[in-house]
């Protein structure tokens, strides 16, 4: 029975400075992170304009910086949000070539 | 993963924020407003009668790519069983929510993909068969609420989808990628999406070569950036949001029919969620089984179990009002119970004479002509129940006082003593108010219309009828030769 579907979940890795948490979805569910925050520049579940300062891929990692300051809890709450969003559920799995998402904010000057 | 509780959708719904708008007003929390308060708690309800032994035998299913329990609306027909308790779910959901199974679209399209994705596979080559299962067994082990999305604007109808000014007006590609496709476009009239966590899109109609870019059907999260729910507003969302209590409210918990109008801004779809591209060879035979399958269901017996809470309240306010012995009332009930078991009937000749469809593919499709018949019956048929349901609950139907009067210390004895007659004033106002909720509510048009308009079943019953056979009858009795 199980030959008719792959199992082709896939991680997603999110690491704040003190924090991590770890997302389970189907194939794509970083793609369509990661197309919401370069190409339409915001971040799942969230519509103001602004609040990504920057986002940028480099190979398997997404790396966030939002705007204003937040906690560690803010930003790795942010993301649960978003990943939600976009059909990942947390997980306790966590694959070797998981995806991976770094998360900062703005620092106050 | 086990099947999610109804507690569980909610929680599960609460961190969801997809783009929703009520009257020209973003929502904030989809809890909190009450228009779509009354979708999150009928989807609820549906997870809830899953949980409930006395109807597990309905509402569960064994999946066929996992061999566990699964919530039915998540299940792909494999037998005459199957699609006789898949139309019993709907019949069942109706009576105990009296507004849609807002899962219910979404495992229509679901079973329409399974046949026509294995079709594709089998005839092209292409892995859009194992896409979709990988899809249905991830949606299945998380128990998610699918919704579906068929119907495009259109634009001008008299114009092919490409000749349209506007291409937008049915849902295209514009783009492909290494890692997916991005649409855009909108689809209207969608029950309930902005309770899912997932809505299934297919093609709105059959494409011709040429169209290619209309060609497309996919999965998305309801979250995805670029998507926009806009949702329907009439007279029943305006009373529902003006209510002190839902309790003032003719279904009180779960509401009308909400729908809402999906606009799709650019929006990305991964390789993973697309089940058709460009293949517009498919999409009338995708589309037509998703129409017999849905007319099944919503004909045949999700408007019987509406139809069975309109005549059990017609009873109702016929004994609340002492006219239940009075032949014409009487006879009117009957005639409700016969139009509406005629449907039902289709219903499930159309589930026992289903078959494999393709062969081989282990899908089960209902009969073409019951379930249009089934549409076709209720759609008129519908209508003059609700005519008999006015005619029996009488003209306080559209003139009865609210609720608020009955509770108000200064009139609520005028309402208390006018308005009592065989049963307390209390309970016969609540049971006009529900009747109205039918008769001068917003199910009638939706009806209609809904599961295809019905020329949409006139043009299918005229196809499906074999007319020849029915004039070879007629000459051979009457000795008519050629």
Known sequence: ?109 | MAMKTGAEYIESVKSLTPRVFVAGKRVENMLENATTLSVIRATAKVYELAEDPKYKETMVATSHLTGEPINRNLNVARSNYDLDMRAEMALLTSQMLGTCNYRCVGCDTLNALASSTWEMDQEMGTNYNQRLNTYLKWAQDNDLACSGAITDPKGDRFKRPSEQDDPDMHLRVVEKRADGIVVRGAKVSQSGAIGAHETIVLPGGALKPGEEQFAVAFALPNGTPGITYICQYTPYTAEREAAESIEELGNPEFGQRETSTIVFDDVFIPWERVFLCGETKYCGRLVARFAKTHRMNCGGACKVGYCDLIIGACKLASEYTGLQKVPHIQEKLIDMVRISETSHACAIAAAAKGREEPEGSGVYMPDDLFGNVAKLNIAHGFWEIMKMAGDIAGGGVVTMPNERDLNNPEIGPYIKKYFKSAAPAEQRLRIIKFIQNWVAGLHGAGTWHGAGSPQAQRVAIQFLTDWEAKKALAKNLAHIKD
């Not at chain 1, 794509?28 to 370069?38: H, M, N, P, R, S």
């Open chain 1, 1 to 109: 029975m199980a030959a008719l579907a792959n199992d082709s979940l896939e991680y997603i890795l999110v690491h704040t400075p003190q924090l991590q948490g770890i997302y389970a979805g189907l194939g794509g569910t970083f793609a369509t992170l990661v197309d919401g925050c370069l190409r339409k520049n915001i971040l799942p579940g969230f519509y103001e304009n602004g609040m990504i300062k920057r986002a940028e891929l480099k190979d398997n990692k997404l790396v966030l910086v939002l705007s204003e300051k937040k906690t560690d809890a803010d930003l790795l709450s942010l993301l649960d949000v978003a990943i939600r969003n976009v059909g990942g559920f947390p997980s306790q799995n966590q694959a070797a070539d998981a995806w991976m998402v770094e998360v900062n904010c703005e620092i106050e000057k």
